[in-house]
C-alpha cells in the first residue's frame, strides 16, 4: 500500500513529467503549454506528434541523444522538452548538442535547397544557473542567434527558451496570465490539496484529473513511487555535496563530498547517466571518483 501523503504527482520526477506530457491522451496538455509558452512566436500549434526519445549520431562513434519529449507539429516544427533536475557542467551544450538532431534528420536525400523547419528546445529547469544572479526576477531566457552590434535576431528558426522554475515565486493571487498559471501549477503541483477556483479551467481540470495518484492503478504507483525515491535521492545527495564542499571550501572538500554523494546514490541503485546529470561531472571523472570508492 502507498505512503505517499501528497494528492498529486510531482511534476519534477521522470514519472510525474512523463505522465502529464509524454502520453498521446494528455497530449492536450502538452498542446495548452507550447501555445502559452511561444505565444507571439509561432502560429497556434494544433496537433504535435510524438517522435521516439532516443536519437543515434550519424556514425557509430556518434554519442547518443536521449531526449524527455520530442514532437513535431503538423506544419513541421521541432520541440524538444527536456526537463532538468540539476545543475550540470555542460548543460547549454547539451541543449545545444540535441538541437543538431532535429537539424540533420530535416536533410532530404533528393537535391534539396536546406530550407528548414523551426526548432525549438525547452527546458524546464528545477535549479538556476547561477545563484549569484543580478536579475533573481527573471525566470525566462529566451535566446536565438543575434548580430552582436545590432544585436537583432539574425536566425529566427533555432530557439532555446530556459524556465529557471525555483524563481518563480508568484503568489496564486497574483498571476497574469495563462502562461504564469502553468508556471505556477508547475512549481507548486505536488503542494496543493485541491484546485484552485483560479485554475478551474478545462485544460487544468484535466491536468489535475491526471496527476492524482488516488487513480494510478499499482503498476503506475509502483513506477511513480520509485521515480520519486530517485528524485529525493538526487535532491538530498546534492544537498549533503552542496553543504559539505561549501564547509571545507578546497578541492579536498569538494573531492570527498562528490565521493559520499556517489556512494549515496550507489547504494539507492541510480544510474551513472543519472549520478553523471545530478553532480554535473563527467564519463571519466565518474569512473576515476568510482575507482576511489
Same mark, same amino acid.
Given at each position: ?20 506530457f ?21 502560429g ?16 557509430? *562513434?556518434?554519442?547518443?541523444?536521449i ?28 541543449? *545545444? ?14 537535391? @534539396? ?30 535566446v536565438?542567434? *543575434?548580430d ?33 498559471? @502553468? ?74 563530498a ?12 541510480a ?21 576511489e570508492?
Amino acid at each position: 500500500m502507498s505512503t505517499l501523503s501528497e494528492r498529486y504527482i510531482n511534476p519534477f520526477t521522470d514519472f510525474g513529467f512523463k505522465k502529464l506530457f509524454g502520453e498521446e491522451p494528455n497530449k492536450d496538455l502538452l498542446l495548452d503549454f507550447l501555445n502559452e509558452l511561444l505565444k507571439g512566436e509561432t502560429g497556434r500549434i494544433t496537433d504535435l506528434t510524438y517522435i521516439r526519445t532516443e536519437r543515434l549520431g550519424a556514425t557509430e *562513434v556518434d554519442r547518443k541523444a536521449i531526449f524527455d519529449l520530442y514532437c513535431i507539429s503538423e506544419k513541421g516544427e521541432r520541440f524538444i522538452v527536456e526537463l532538468q533536475k540539476t545543475k550540470q557542467t555542460y548543460f547549454k551544450d547539451r541543449t *545545444v548538442y540535441y538541437s543538431t538532431f532535429p537539424i540533420q534528420e530535416q536533410a532530404e536525400r533528393t537535391p @534539396w535547397n536546406y530550407e528548414l523547419q523551426a526548432i525549438y528546445t525547452v527546458a524546464i529547469l528545477d535549479f538556476v544557473f547561477n545563484t549569484k544572479d543580478e536579475t533573481p526576477d527573471k525566470y525566462r531566457y529566451d535566446v536565438k542567434l *543575434v548580430d552582436t552590434d545590432t544585436h537583432t535576431v539574425f536566425y529566427d528558426k533555432l530557439t532555446f527558451i530556459y524556465l529557471e522554475m525555483p524563481k518563480f515565486q508568484k503568489p496564486l493571487e497574483a498571476l497574469t496570465s495563462r502562461f504564469e498559471k @502553468w508556471l505556477y501549477v508547475l512549481r507548486n503541483l505536488n503542494r496543493l490539496e485541491q484546485i484552485p477556483v483560479s485554475l478551474q479551467e478545462r485544460i487544468f481540470e484535466k491536468l489535475f484529473k491526471t496527476a492524482e495518484i488516488a487513480q494510478f492503478t499499482p503498476d503506475q504507483m509502483n513506477a511513480y513511487e520509485e521515480s520519486l525515491k530517485h528524485y529525493r535521492d538526487l535532491k538530498n545527495s546534492l544537498d549533503t555535496a552542496r553543504d559539505e564542499g561549501r564547509e571545507e571550501g578546497r578541492e579536498e572538500g569538494r573531492k570527498e563530498a562528490l565521493l559520499k554523494a556517489i556512494n549515496g546514490f550507489i547504494q539507492a541503485g541510480a544510474p551513472d547517466e543519472m549520478i553523471r546529470k545530478g553532480l554535473g561531472v563527467s564519463e571519466e571523472e565518474l569512473a576515476q571518483l568510482k575507482r576511489e570508492l
